[in-house]
């Protein structure tokens, strides 16, 4: 089943747990010192021993030396996590994969498959490091080099939004540029919001406050920088009782929410439960011991404070499927059973031998079902309704694959370019990287049927971030030329403002303003400059940089003005943003659609099928995908069926 995304960024990072997680009391009125982070006295895996060799020719994996100062590191304890996608949210997170000290030689192996990892490395003198990385093949062995960095001091304070009073044991943590948990570094704010961490010296990190009453908030801090502040908005509070169908209490049942400041709990013995949520739809899934479960959904408006939801515990029904591959049935693919509309994950299965799996007391509903065998691998069924629905047949896409080469400007094949994979904003897939040989050539295996932005960088030379379709199952060749990048350099007039962020075709990056004045190294291209205004995000210029030269801007801001329509210009640049479509009988079906974006506030729903759009019939999955990416300066005709029912919307 070819699925195609093309998706609003919605920037949520699934909490899987805290790889570290520091919480001393702090005292009132002083700044929380260094955090450091303990190490067993004993270290424990095959590594640790003399003479383990955890990788070979014949069992692959991952070789980590660890160095500081150039000269290798010994005893140093390594966390290994392996990305993840969780198919609720469509969002990535980092997982548990193994954890060692360095050798004598400053070298510690893993067995490792194929996927995106971050390393985490500890030595003896509270010194660390980070790095992430890919293992793009899982038939030979990666070798990677770590460099413990002495740690950056990072300062703010946390503060409420509308009062800008002080929030007292927020809880701040600090997570590597990839934005996935664990965090690496925890610490709690003094009496007067005030935080101190202490970090890897890495470039940039994502700092993320939590404080009770309020809504999490994270900021992609460049290091070194000025002190931090970070504003939480006040959420509502929640107060949930799970009763049963007699409307007796029942405690001791765990609760999955989504969104909230936590993503489960337990019932008391009065059946309660209180989190905390941003305003708008909550939903909540009650699963109880003896089998009984329960859905409630709740919307809170402007001005609530808080609001109950009371979830009903059933006997249920059950949903049976099956998952396929062109080979025949697979074992061992995850599925996902989401309670729609709001994509709350009810169950994770596995598929037995026979790629058979079965959702047990399932309350009466719609749901959806994600589907996954690896990275690239995926299929989805939308709009099931319980009770009644027959056994699920689903099949995985299948994977795709991308080779190419990166040449330079006379064409000559350039080794040890480092390759970015990239996807389109919104569809909150890991970047993936690969290193060429000798001959320039790079590779990626096990992809998602999707569209891709590749692009190739080595010292200051860069090509153009290069876009391409792959299909289901299809191999595709690129060739990268680099050129010298350019540097952009601007000028701020007007109002003034702490970053400009500046896009590409498909990517981009922020640039810090100091003294009115920013500067950024950047490929050869058309990039696009905004400056946020108020609570929107505001196109201010167009640039186009040439290889090798200077080219110079001037931006001038006006007053906020607190409008909202230019961020939707800039967020929703096409109008088929945050739409996903599969092949399905009848028609092309709607699988996937983003909360916000331009196709649901007109009124598409998951489990549409796409007659026609601007009056031309769909073919596929694939015609449809290629035809919605309309500019939002215009607008886009589709004619949807609805149980048996044709009828129009414009997205404009």
């Known amino acids: 089943m070819s699925r195609l995304i093309v998706a609003l960024v919605g920037v949520v990072a699934l909490g899987v747990g805290l790889f570290v997680s520091l919480r001393e009391p702090v005292e009132a009125g002083v700044v929380p010192g260094p955090v450091v982070l303990t190490t067993p006295a004993t270290p424990r895996g095959p590594a640790s021993r003399p003479g383990a060799v955890f990788v070979s020719p014949a069992r692959p994996g991952l070789i980590i030396t660890v160095k500081r100062n150039a000269t290798a590191e010994p005893g140093v304890r390594l966390e290994l996590f392996r990305a993840e996608l969780d198919l609720t949210t469509n969002a990535q997170a980092w997982r548990a994969a193994g954890a060692e000290r360095t050798d004598d030689a400053g070298r510690a192996t893993f067995p490792a498959v194929a996927g995106h990892y971050l390393v985490l490395a500890v030595a003896t003198d509270g010194t660390r490091g980070t790095k992430t990385l890919d293992v793009s093949r899982a038939a030979t062995s990666t070798s990677v080099e770590l460099e413990l960095r002495a740690p950056v001091r990072v300062e703010g304070r946390v503060v409420d939004a509308t009062t800008r009073r002080p929030l007292a044991e927020a809880l701040v943590q600090a997570t590597p540029p990839d934005a996935l948990t664990p965090s690496v570094v925890n610490a709690r704010a003094d009496a007067l919001g005030r935080f101190a961490l202490e970090l890897p010296g890495a470039e940039a990190w994502r700092i993320e406050a939590r404080a009770a009453g309020h809504v999490s908030h994270a900021e992609l801090v460049e290091l070194p920088g000025a002190p931090l502040e970070l504003a939480l908005e006040q959420g509502v509070t929640v107060d949930a009782l799970v ?87 697979v074992e061992g693919a995850e599925v996902r059973v989401l309670a729609e509309p709001d994509s709350l994950e009810i169950a994770l299965l596995q598929t037995d031998a026979e790629g058979r799996f079965e959702a047990k007391g399932l309350p009466r509903g719609r749901y959806s079902l994600r589907a996954q065998q690896g990275p690239g691998r995926r299929a989805s069924a939308v709009g099931l309704e319980l009770p009644g629905e027959g056994p699920v047949e689903l099949t995985l896409s299948n994977a795709g694959r991308l080779t190419g080469v990166v040449l330079d400007e006379e064409r000559h094949p350039l080794a040890d370019a480092r390759v970015t994979l990239g996807w389109p904003s919104g569809m909150n897939e890991v970047d993936r990287t690969a290193v060429t040989g000798e001959d320039g050539r790079f590779e990626f295996d096990e992809l998602l049927s999707a569209e891709l932005v590749v692009q190739a960088r080595l010292g200051n030379l860069a090509s153009a971030q290069q876009g391409a379709y792959l299909a289901p199952g299809a191999a595709l060749e690129l060739t990268l030329t680099t050129s010298l990048q350019g540097r952009l350099v601007g000028l701020i007039e007007g109002r003034e403002v702490d970053t400009v962020m500046i896009r590409g075709e498909r990517d981009g990056e922020v640039a810090k303003v100091r003294d009115g004045h920013f500067e950024q190294l950047l490929a050869p291209g058309k990039y696009k400059l905004y400056v946020r205004d108020g609570e929107s995000i505001v196109e201010q210029a167009v640039a186009e940089v040439r290889g090798g030269e200077l080219t110079e801007v001037t931006i001038t801001v006006p007053p906020e003005d607190g409008g909202g329509a230019a961020y939707r210009r800039l967020m929703h640049r096409e109008l088929g943003s945050g739409l996903s479509f599969e092949n399905a009988p009848g028609g092309v079906r709607v699988d996937f659609l983003m909360q916000g974006c331009p196709a649901s506030a007109a009124g598409v729903r998951i489990g549409d099928l796409v007659v026609s759009i601007d009056g031309q019939p769909t073919r596929d999955a694939l015609d449809a995908f290629s035809r919605v990416r309309k500019s939002a300066d215009g607008t886009l005709e589709l004619t949807l069926r609805r149980e048996g029912k044709d009828f129009g919307v414009t997205v404009k």
């Open 243 to 329: 009763v049963t169908e007699a409307q007796a209490p029942v405690s001791g049942v765990t609760l999955h929410l989504a969104p909230g400041d936590v993503t489960s709990g337990i019932t008391d013995e009065a059946g309660h439960f209180t989190f905390t949520a941003p305003r708008g739809p909550v939903s909540l899934h009650a699963s109880a011991g003896d089998g009984r479960q329960g859905l409630a959904r709740v919307v809170s408006g402007p001005g609530v404070e808080r609001i109950t939801a009371r979830v009903v515990l059933a006997a249920g029904t059950s949903l049976l499927g099956t998952v396929r591959a062109a080979s025949g049935p």
